[in-house]
């Protein structure tokens, strides 16, 4: 994961003078339409400072570490001459978790012919509609967050996601179903694209694998909070059989849906994807979030030594251990400066071709490399519960002897 020290002498100041000639040129010539993806390259060949957005909702999503991590990532960085011996800056814009707020930023950064890559956005259905607008601006985008599969079947070739779609994490989760001895299952989830997305792959993989699905409901994020929207779905299944309640949720949203759960009276186990993977599950579910299982990318109690390095660097920066979001944002800035490094230039097309030609990269959450859609292959997963009020990490190898023990405060029993 190392990023090669660059030069730091500076560029022929001729060299400057010829990109930005050709920038004219380019922008101007001919009166014909203006080739922005051109421009952008142009731009980032000559500048003085590579220019990262970082779109996310900042104000809405304030305990995890993910700032932290990208931070950390750019700090470093910087220290060690930057890329191809200019630093790096990044510039926040919220989206506040909303469609028409994530375009009027995707529209910002857009606009921004400095820009050379986007960072986020953290919501499926932000990033969706965002994509397209980064895409047709010549701006390179990568997400460590959405993970529903649609972003990644449009056709850009400058769209990446860093983290396993839904349908990764779905059979995931199907297997840890199987190996925890559940064969009857009920899906809940959030009726958004990522609760959509991954609620599919989940049944999928389930049909597959022979696990029977006993119900399928949806819940509105937006009246979370109130039982009384809950009311008719748990009436429902009380009537049912089931083993467990696979949610496939966000949080804090997610965390009121396990509070109602367990204030029904139900105390089948639940189990999540890695949008559960955050603080504001523990906040926002209490106690009631005890025995919840969550498929995760990071944890630090992980033994691998790219883990307990980047542990040891995070803790002497901050004093705290990192969570998964810190190492999300860390590792998504540092893939950026590498495939620049290796395409030789910030210019969004190329550091595009870098990132499908890399064959196996190592971050801090293992050795992986991009397709051609640009989703993430070989990305491992681990799994984590809920323990004591805090998120501790499940051994690969241990997942079908330890799953049923960390459960076990939670009964079967409805």
């Known amino acids: 994961m190392r990023i090669s020290k660059a030069t730091s002498a500076a560029r022929p100041v001729a060299l400057a003078a010829m990109l930005l000639a050709a920038l004219v040129v380019a922008v101007s010539g001919c009166g014909g339409p203006k ?45 060690y001459g930057g890329v191809l011996g200019r630093p790096l800056r990044v510039i926040k814009e919220d989206d ?55 972003l990644t079947r449009k056709g850009f070739r400058r769209v990446f996601r860093s983290v396993n ?36 792959a989940f049944e999928q993989h389930a049909d597959a694998a022979g696990l029977q699905i006993v119900d399928r409901q949806s819940y509105d994020p937006a009246v979370a909070e109130t039982p009384s929207s809950f009311a008719r779905m748990i009436r429902e299944w009380k009537n049912h059989e089931f083993d467990a309640i696979f949610l496939a949720g966000m949080a804090p949203q997610a965390g009121y849906v396990v509070k109602h759960v367990r204030a029904a009276g139900i105390k089948a186990p639940i189990f999540g994807g890695d949008a559960l993977d955050t603080a504001e599950l523990l906040s926002s579910a209490g106690t009631d979030a005890e025995g919840v299982v969550v498929a995760s990318i990071f944890h630090p ?20 251990l990192p969570d998964s979001w810190a190492a999300r944002g860390y590792e998504a800035i540092r893939l950026l400066a590498a495939a620049m490094e290796r395409a030789g230039s910030p210019a969004p097309d190329r550091v595009a071709e870098a990132l499908r030609s890399i064959d196996t990269w190592t971050g801090i959450t293992g050795s992986f490399s991009f397709d051609e859609k640009g989703d993430v292959i070989g990305k491992t997963m681990v799994t984590v519960v809920v323990r004591d009020g805090r998120f501790q990490f499940l051994e690969e190898n241990q997942l079908a002897s330890a799953a049923p023990r960390a459960l076990q405060n939670v009964s079967l029993d409805r």
Not at 179 to 199: D, E, K, M, S, W
Not at 301 to 315: A, G, L, S, W
């Open 35 to 79: 080739d922005v993806a051109q421009e952008r390259a142009l731009r980032a060949e000559a500048a003085d400072e590579l220019l990262i957005g970082a779109a996310w909702p900042w104000a809405s999503r304030g305990e995890g570490m993910y700032w932290n991590g990208m931070k950390m990532a750019v700090d470093e960085i910087n220290a």
């Open 96 to 150: 506040k978790e909303s469609v028409n707020e994530g375009r009027l930023v995707a529209q910002r950064l857009s606009d921004n012919p400095d820009v050379v890559a986007v960072v986020g956005h953290l919501n499926s259905h932000v990033s969706i509609p965002a994509a397209a607008m980064y895409e047709a601006a010549g701006l390179l985008m990568i997400t460590p967050a959405s993970t529903s599969p649609e």
């Open 165 to 200: 779609s839904d349908e990764k994490i779905g059979g995931q989760m199907v297997e840890f179903a199987r190996a925890t001895g559940y064969h009857r299952v009920i899906i809940c989830y959030v009726r958004n694209a990522y609760g959509l997305g991954l609620a599919n």
């Open 301 to 320: 109690d992980n033994p691998r030594p790219e883990v307990q390095h980047f542990n040891d660097r995070f803790k002497a920066t901050y004093g705290v």
